[in-house]
Structure formats: structure tokens, C-alpha cells
């Protein structure tokens, strides 16, 4: 089966968007593995557009790990999706489905689309956690030397996919590169964890470094940066409306009175081709795609 694929990136989260609407097909782990392997096709992220599953959607979104693990929930690479259908239809709104619930999103554009990442869940079994806490604004969990600890009692929200948030002063500071894998595989996270350092630096500001499960240090996580913004006007050091300062860009995110999360930022196309899915599966890039970025 040939399949049309776009390379793409959402503020510098590298995403990569497979169509399979034209068919029942649904793409394997160690297909997603070989995907991310190849250079033209690289990913933080793949997503899988698949038709529709429920009445009143567009699609539905498969979303692979660059490890061929699957999220419920992909900020970034939902922008992506909406850009590329926005592109195709003209259409500004879509309702898009992933295993963890229905996204309603608004693409004005590649600067700005908002999408509706549902409301978060902070239950320590819903996160999930592997033992109770009362208060998952902060739990224990230390990182480093016991009696010095250099990370210590992180928040913890579930926003279609785990989040643990460690509160630093700066996020650079930290080798997240050694410190997010240990973290990640932690045994506290029985379904792992996104890890992430994040400064406070105003009532509606925060510089946000991740590490991603499943794909590792990312120059964005748009899922992270909604988990960060609701743990921070949970815990009292924001209010609701926040700009996440990243390093590839800022996301704004809105946690409304009813409880809904949305996220907006830009989205970007680099170049696309086909995917033939066969064994091996073999790429081929449209060189008149190719988008040539100053
Ligand atoms: N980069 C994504 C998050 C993708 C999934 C995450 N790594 C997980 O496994 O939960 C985003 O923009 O949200």
C-alpha cells in the first residue's frame, strides 16, 4: 500500500503525519520504528490518520512514539494534522478522535491553531501512579542524593498522556538528557512518564525543558506544556492563561472554567512523499516539496 506522508514539525517537535484514510490498514510498532529510523522520514512523533471511528469526526489519530510506542494524546503533532487537513478541505474546524477522548481544534492558519486538549486528570491512579497519593500537586519523588536531593516533589497530571513536573530555577541547569530516561522508567510511572523541568517567571509565563517518553529530549511537547500550565494554577505559582516558553517556541495555554485545555502555536510543513508500505517499506520524497526555510 502506497501511503502520502508529510514531514513536519511543531515548533521544532519533529512530527511526521501518515495517511491511511484510504483504506482499513493500520501501521505496526516495528513499522513506526523502521519510519522513525530513516532520515527523510524521521520523528519525535508519527501520526497515523485513520477514517473516522465515531459519528461527527474527521479522523482518527494513531500516535507512535519514535521507541513504536503509542499516546493518547499529541499537541504538536494534533497541529499538524489539522494544518494538513486544513490544507486539503479549507475547512478552519475539525473534530479529531485518539484513544484518549475527541480533540475539537481551529486552524487559522500555520501561526496559530488552537486545539482542545480535553480536560486534565489528576488521580493518582488516572495519571497512572503505582501506589496512592492524597496530593498529587506534589508527591514523593526525589532525584539524586538522599540527604541533598537535586529534583524533589514534582506535580503529576494526566492529560491524555502522563506528566511528572519537577519545579527548578532554572531548567537548564539540569542534565535532563541523563536524568529523563531514569526518571522516565521510573517505577512509581507503571505506564512511564513525560519529564519535565519547569521555571516560573510570572503570573502568566514558564520556561519548559522535556524529556519525552518515548522519543526523548524534544525542542517542544505541546501535551507537556498543558500539563505544566494546569499544574501551575493548580498549585498557585500561575493563573490560567499562560505563555510555555520552550526550546523550539511558545505554546499559549488556556485552562478555562470549564475545565477545558487549549493549546495554541504554530505548525509547519518541511517536505512530503509516499510511503510504500511493504517489507521493506520504501520512502520517496517529492523534491518539489521540499520547504526552503531561510
Ligand atoms: N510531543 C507530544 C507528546 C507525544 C507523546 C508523549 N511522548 C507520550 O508518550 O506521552 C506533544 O506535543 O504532546
New binding site residues.
Given amino acids: 500500500m502506497n501511503a502520502p506522508f508529510a514531514k513536519m514539525n511543531?515548533i521544532g517537535?519533529a512530527i511526521t503525519v501518515l495517511d491511511l484514510r484510504a483504506g482499513s490498514r493500520r501501521l505496526g510498532a516495528d513499522e513506526a520504528r523502521a519510519i522513525a529510523a530513516d532520515p527523510r522520514t524521521a520523528f519525535?512523533?508519527l501520526m497515523v490518520i485513520e477514517p473516522a471511528r465515531t459519528a461527527g469526526t474527521e479522523a482518527f489519530m494513531t500516535?507512535f512514539?519514535t521507541d513504536g510506542?503509542t499516546?493518547?494524546?499529541?499537541?504538536?503533532?494534533t497541529r499538524c494534522v489539522a494544518l494538513v487537513l486544513q490544507r486539503e478541505s479549507g475547512q478552519s474546524d475539525f473534530r479529531l478522535e485518539t484513544s484518549a477522548g475527541l480533540l475539537d481544534v481551529q486552524a487559522h492558519g500555520a501561526d496559530a491553531i488552537t486545539v482542545d486538549m480535553g480536560t486534565p486528570r489528576f488521580g493518582w491512579a488516572d495519571i497512572p501512579l503505582s501506589k496512592s497519593f492524597d496530593d498529587t500537586r506534589a508527591i514523593e519523588l526525589d532525584f539524586g542524593p538522599a540527604d541533598a536531593p537535586i529534583l524533589s516533589a514534582p506535580s503529576v497530571v494526566n492529560v491524555g498522556?502522563?506528566h511528572a513536573i519537577f519545579w527548578v530555577d532554572d531548567p537548564y541547569a539540569y542534565d535532563l538528557g541523563r536524568i529523563g530516561p531514569i526518571l522516565e522508567h521510573h517505577p512509581l510511572f507503571p505506564e512511564?512518564a513525560?519529564i519535565s523541568l519547569a521555571a516560573v517567571t510570572s503570573d502568566h509565563a514558564i520556561t519548559l525543558r522535556v524529556w519525552?517518553?518515548?522519543?526523548g529530549l524534544?525542542l517542544?511537547?505541546?501535551?507537556?506544556a498543558c500539563a505544566v500550565a494546569v499544574a501551575a494554577a493548580r498549585t498557585g505559582r500561575t493563573g490560567r492563561n499562560v505563555d510555555v516558553t520552550l526550546p523550539g517556541g511558545v505554546l499559549n495555554i488556556q485552562w478555562r472554567d470549564d475545565d477545558h485545555i487549549l493549546m495554541t502555536g504554530a505548525a509547519a510543513f518541511e517536505h512530503e512523499g509516499v510511503i510504500s508500505l511493504g517489507a521493506p517499506l520504501t520512502i520517496s520524497v517529492n523534491p518539489e516539496s521540499v520547504v526552503l526555510r531561510a
Fill in positions: 511543531g517537535n519525535d512523533q500516535i512514539n510506542s499516546s493518547g494524546a499529541c499537541g504538536n503533532g498522556n502522563p512511564r513525560n519525552e517518553r518515548g522519543a524534544t517542544a511537547c505541546g501535551s507537556a
